[in-house]
C-alpha cells in the first residue's frame, strides 16, 4: 500500500473511532483548548488508545502497550491537505508522535507563508503541539524535530521561542542540521 493510500486509510479508521468521549471533553476543557478555533487548523481532534511503536511514531492496532492519546491531524503547506496525524499520550505531551513521519511543524502554513513575517514578525513557535493547540493553532511547534530543523533552517524569516530557555533549545535544534563530521579538511591541508 502506498503512503496516499495508508493516509487515507489511517484518517478513516481515526474519524469512525474518534467522537465526543466524556474523556474527550475532560482533556479539551482542562487545556482550554477552543474547538471551535482550533478546528479549521488542527483537523479532527480526538482521544484514542495508541501504541507508541519506537521512533516517535505511533499506531491504533500495532503490538504493543496501549495509551490514551490526543490525535489531531497536521496540515500541508497549503493549510488544507491533511499530511499525517499526530498524536501525544494524554499524561505526556512533550512525547509527540506520528502515524507516518511525514509532518515536521503543526503549523506548516504559517511557518512558509511569506505573510507570517510581514513588518519583521517572526514566527512564533511553541514548545508543544498541545501548547500549539491552546494558542489557537497560532505559529507553529515541532513534531519531527530533524525534518523541522531543515525547514526552520532555510526560512527567511526569525523564529520566536517562547522564552530565553526555548529560543536556546530553538538554536540547538537548527544546529543540529550541521554534522560537524561531514565538514573535513583537505587531505592535502591535514597533512601540513
Known amino acids: 500500500m502506498d503512503m496516499h493510500h495508508a493516509l487515507i486509510v489511517a484518517r478513516q479508521s481515526f474519524y469512525e473511532r474518534s467522537y465526543a468521549t466524556a474523556d474527550f471533553l475532560y482533556y479539551v476543557r482542562r487545556h482550554g483548548l477552543e474547538l471551535g478555533r482550533i478546528s479549521g487548523f488542527a483537523g479532527a481532534t480526538g482521544i484514542l488508545p495508541i501504541v507508541d511503536c519506537g521512533s516517535a511514531r505511533f499506531d491504533f492496532e500495532a503490538p504493543g502497550e496501549l495509551s490514551a492519546g490526543f490525535i489531531c491531524e497536521a496540515l500541508a503547506e497549503d493549510g488544507e491537505t491533511v ?53 489557537g493553532c497560532r505559529g507553529a511547534a515541532v513534531v519531527r524535530p530533524s525534518a523541522a530543523a531543515r525547514l526552520l533552517f532555510e526560512l527567511d524569516g526569525a523564529i520566536a521561542g517562547k522564552d530565553e530557555r526555548h529560543r536556546r533549545q530553538l538554536v540547538d535544534l537548527l544546529r543540529s542540521v550541521v554534522d560537524d563530521r561531514k565538514i573535513v579538511c583537505a587531505p592535502e591541508a591535514s597533512a601540513a
Request: glycine fraction near 8%; aromatic fraction near 12%.
Open 83 to 135: 499530511i499525517d496525524l499526530v498524536a501525544w499520550p494524554l499524561d505526556r505531551p512533550t512525547t509527540v508522535l506520528t502515524m507516518f513521519g511525514r509532518a515536521p511543524l503543526l503549523g506548516l502554513w504559517e511557518a512558509m507563508n511569506p505573510a507570517t513575517y510581514f513588518g519583521g514578525k517572526p514566527l512564533q513557535m511553541h514548545r508543544t503541539p498541545l501548547e500549539w493547540l491552546q494558542a
